[in-house]
Protein backbone atom coordinates (compact mmCIF):
# COMPACT_ATOMS: atom_id res chain seq x y z
CA UNK A 1 0.00 0.00 0.00
CA UNK A 2 1.36 3.47 -1.08
CA UNK A 3 0.78 6.90 0.45
CA UNK A 4 1.84 8.12 -2.37
CA UNK A 5 -0.87 7.25 -4.59
CA UNK A 6 -4.24 9.74 -5.19
CA UNK A 7 -7.10 8.85 -3.64
CA UNK A 8 -10.38 7.33 -5.14
CA UNK A 9 -12.38 10.17 -4.21
CA UNK A 10 -9.32 13.07 -5.90
CA UNK A 11 -9.22 10.44 -8.83
CA UNK A 12 -13.55 10.91 -9.07
CA UNK A 13 -13.18 14.43 -8.68
CA UNK A 14 -10.18 15.16 -11.85
CA UNK A 15 -11.94 12.52 -14.06
CA UNK A 16 -15.38 13.82 -14.11
CA UNK A 17 -15.80 15.77 -17.17
CA UNK A 18 -18.26 18.41 -15.74
CA UNK A 19 -16.05 19.19 -12.84
CA UNK A 20 -13.22 18.98 -15.85
CA UNK A 21 -14.53 21.24 -18.13
CA UNK A 22 -15.90 23.88 -15.46
CA UNK A 23 -14.73 27.64 -16.60
CA UNK A 24 -13.05 28.56 -13.23
CA UNK A 25 -10.48 26.11 -14.14
CA UNK A 26 -9.27 28.12 -17.49
CA UNK A 27 -8.92 32.39 -17.58
CA UNK A 28 -10.38 32.35 -20.96
CA UNK A 29 -13.79 33.06 -19.61
CA UNK A 30 -12.24 36.60 -18.40
CA UNK A 31 -11.47 37.68 -21.82
CA UNK A 32 -12.62 40.60 -23.39
CA UNK A 33 -16.48 41.16 -24.47
CA UNK A 34 -16.36 41.00 -28.03
CA UNK A 35 -18.72 43.45 -30.30
CA UNK A 36 -21.88 41.95 -29.77
CA UNK A 37 -20.85 42.24 -25.86
CA UNK A 38 -21.01 46.38 -26.39
CA UNK A 39 -23.70 46.03 -28.57
CA UNK A 40 -25.80 44.53 -25.51
CA UNK A 41 -24.29 46.87 -23.20
CA UNK A 42 -25.14 49.75 -25.58
CA UNK A 43 -28.81 48.73 -25.89
CA UNK A 44 -28.90 48.07 -21.96
CA UNK A 45 -28.09 51.46 -21.36
CA UNK A 46 -30.31 53.14 -24.03
CA UNK A 47 -33.32 51.31 -22.88
CA UNK A 48 -32.21 52.69 -19.13
CA UNK A 49 -32.00 56.21 -20.20
CA UNK A 50 -34.93 56.18 -22.22
CA UNK A 51 -37.30 54.13 -20.01
CA UNK A 52 -35.90 55.48 -16.00
CA UNK A 53 -33.87 58.60 -14.41
CA UNK A 54 -32.10 59.29 -11.71
CA UNK A 55 -33.90 62.08 -9.13
CA UNK A 56 -33.00 63.74 -6.06
CA UNK A 57 -35.58 64.68 -3.48
CA UNK A 58 -34.96 68.76 -2.80
CA UNK A 59 -38.08 69.14 -0.92
CA UNK A 60 -39.91 68.04 2.34
CA UNK A 61 -42.99 67.85 0.46
CA UNK A 62 -43.19 63.70 0.46
CA UNK A 63 -41.71 63.53 4.22
CA UNK A 64 -41.83 61.08 5.39
CA UNK A 65 -41.87 58.59 2.67
CA UNK A 66 -39.18 60.75 1.03
CA UNK A 67 -36.58 62.67 2.48
CA UNK A 68 -34.53 66.27 1.60
CA UNK A 69 -31.27 64.24 -0.12
CA UNK A 70 -32.72 61.11 -1.14
CA UNK A 71 -32.17 59.68 -4.14
CA UNK A 72 -34.58 57.68 -6.08
CA UNK A 73 -35.28 55.70 -9.54
CA UNK A 74 -38.29 56.79 -11.64
CA UNK A 75 -39.11 54.31 -14.22
CA UNK A 76 -41.10 56.38 -17.24
CA UNK A 77 -43.02 53.18 -19.06
CA UNK A 78 -45.41 51.97 -16.91
CA UNK A 79 -47.93 55.12 -18.00
CA UNK A 80 -48.03 54.36 -21.33
CA UNK A 81 -49.19 51.11 -20.90
CA UNK A 82 -52.05 51.57 -17.80
CA UNK A 83 -53.33 54.74 -16.43
CA UNK A 84 -51.79 56.08 -13.62
CA UNK A 85 -53.66 54.92 -10.43
CA UNK A 86 -54.32 55.79 -6.76
CA UNK A 87 -51.48 56.02 -4.45
CA UNK A 88 -48.80 56.07 -6.91
CA UNK A 89 -46.07 58.68 -5.67
CA UNK A 90 -45.47 60.51 -9.52
CA UNK A 91 -43.01 63.27 -10.83
CA UNK A 92 -44.52 65.74 -12.74
CA UNK A 93 -43.72 69.42 -14.12
CA UNK A 94 -45.29 72.22 -13.16
CA UNK A 95 -49.39 72.64 -13.92
CA UNK A 96 -48.79 76.35 -13.53
CA UNK A 97 -46.44 77.03 -16.22
CA UNK A 98 -46.43 78.70 -19.21
CA UNK A 99 -44.72 77.85 -22.46
CA UNK A 100 -41.54 79.70 -22.61
CA UNK A 101 -40.65 79.42 -18.79
CA UNK A 102 -38.10 77.29 -16.95
CA UNK A 103 -39.65 73.67 -17.94
CA UNK A 104 -37.13 71.83 -15.80
CA UNK A 105 -38.77 71.96 -12.56
CA UNK A 106 -40.17 68.67 -11.66
CA UNK A 107 -42.11 67.82 -8.24
CA UNK A 108 -43.25 64.66 -6.88
CA UNK A 109 -46.37 63.68 -4.95
CA UNK A 110 -48.64 61.27 -4.74
CA UNK A 111 -52.04 60.85 -6.42
CA UNK A 112 -54.96 60.62 -4.11
CA UNK A 113 -57.98 60.97 -6.68
CA UNK A 114 -58.55 59.83 -10.34
CA UNK A 115 -60.78 61.15 -13.07
CA UNK A 116 -64.62 61.72 -12.24
CA UNK A 117 -63.74 62.06 -8.01
CA UNK A 118 -64.56 64.65 -5.56
CA UNK A 119 -61.95 65.48 -3.42
CA UNK A 120 -62.30 67.62 -0.25
CA UNK A 121 -59.87 68.63 3.14
CA UNK A 122 -61.71 69.60 5.81
CA UNK A 123 -61.27 69.02 10.08
CA UNK A 124 -57.84 67.53 9.72
CA UNK A 125 -59.10 64.45 6.64
CA UNK A 126 -59.26 64.08 3.52
CA UNK A 127 -62.51 63.52 1.81
CA UNK A 128 -63.08 61.20 -1.51
CA UNK A 129 -66.12 61.30 -2.59
CA UNK A 130 -67.48 62.05 0.61
CA UNK A 131 -65.53 59.17 2.74
CA UNK A 132 -62.77 60.16 4.95
CA UNK A 133 -59.67 58.72 4.24
CA UNK A 134 -56.87 56.75 6.20
CA UNK A 135 -53.53 57.51 5.42
CA UNK A 136 -51.12 56.33 7.70
CA UNK A 137 -48.11 57.66 5.41
CA UNK A 138 -48.58 61.29 5.70
CA UNK A 139 -46.67 63.26 7.87
CA UNK A 140 -49.82 65.17 10.37
CA UNK A 141 -53.20 65.94 9.47
CA UNK A 142 -53.98 68.65 6.80
CA UNK A 143 -54.39 72.22 8.64
CA UNK A 144 -56.15 73.81 5.69
CA UNK A 145 -59.54 73.48 4.28
CA UNK A 146 -60.09 73.05 0.58
CA UNK A 147 -63.94 73.48 -1.26
CA UNK A 148 -65.23 70.33 -3.06
CA UNK A 149 -63.22 69.99 -5.94
CA UNK A 150 -64.33 67.52 -8.71
CA UNK A 151 -61.33 65.83 -10.98
CA UNK A 152 -61.93 66.10 -14.78
CA UNK A 153 -60.98 63.38 -17.64
CA UNK A 154 -57.87 63.45 -18.02
CA UNK A 155 -56.51 64.65 -14.94
CA UNK A 156 -55.37 63.09 -11.20
CA UNK A 157 -55.27 64.94 -8.24
CA UNK A 158 -52.11 64.80 -6.07
CA UNK A 159 -51.25 66.04 -2.88
CA UNK A 160 -47.45 65.53 -1.13
CA UNK A 161 -47.34 63.49 2.41
CA UNK A 162 -46.25 66.29 4.19
CA UNK A 163 -49.71 67.58 3.50
CA UNK A 164 -49.21 71.36 5.29
CA UNK A 165 -45.73 71.72 3.43
CA UNK A 166 -46.47 70.60 -0.29
CA UNK A 167 -47.32 73.22 -3.04
CA UNK A 168 -49.96 70.55 -4.74
CA UNK A 169 -53.66 70.17 -6.28
CA UNK A 170 -55.18 71.57 -2.87
CA UNK A 171 -53.09 74.81 -4.23
CA UNK A 172 -53.27 75.09 -8.10
CA UNK A 173 -56.23 72.22 -8.50
CA UNK A 174 -56.23 68.77 -10.48
CA UNK A 175 -53.24 67.72 -12.86
CA UNK A 176 -53.47 66.82 -16.44
CA UNK A 177 -52.18 63.13 -16.73
CA UNK A 178 -50.10 64.83 -19.78
CA UNK A 179 -47.62 66.60 -17.58
CA UNK A 180 -46.65 62.94 -15.81
CA UNK A 181 -43.14 62.54 -16.19
CA UNK A 182 -42.77 59.19 -14.27
CA UNK A 183 -43.75 57.48 -11.57
CA UNK A 184 -41.26 56.41 -8.51
CA UNK A 185 -39.71 53.00 -8.31
CA UNK A 186 -37.57 53.07 -5.18
CA UNK A 187 -34.90 55.04 -2.96
CA UNK A 188 -31.21 53.95 -4.34
CA UNK A 189 -29.18 56.37 -1.23
CA UNK A 190 -31.15 57.93 1.63
CA UNK A 191 -28.09 60.37 3.28
CA UNK A 192 -27.18 58.59 6.72
CA UNK A 193 -26.92 62.43 8.60
CA UNK A 194 -30.85 63.23 8.04
Given at each position: M?FL?P???Y?F?????A??????????FL????L??????F?V??????FS?????????????L?VG?????EKA?YY??????HD??T?K???Q??G??????F???????A?D?????HG?????G?A????????S??YTT???????G??????????N???SHV?????????A???VT?Y??PTN?
Open positions: SRSALNLISYPLRWMPCQSWGRWPGDGFFRLVALLWSTELRYIPSSSMYPTRDRIIVLIRSPAIIVFDPTHSENTDAVIKRIVAKGTVEVHALYINIQQEDFIAGPTQLTYVPNHVYVLGDNRNSYDWGPLPIKNIGRYCHRI
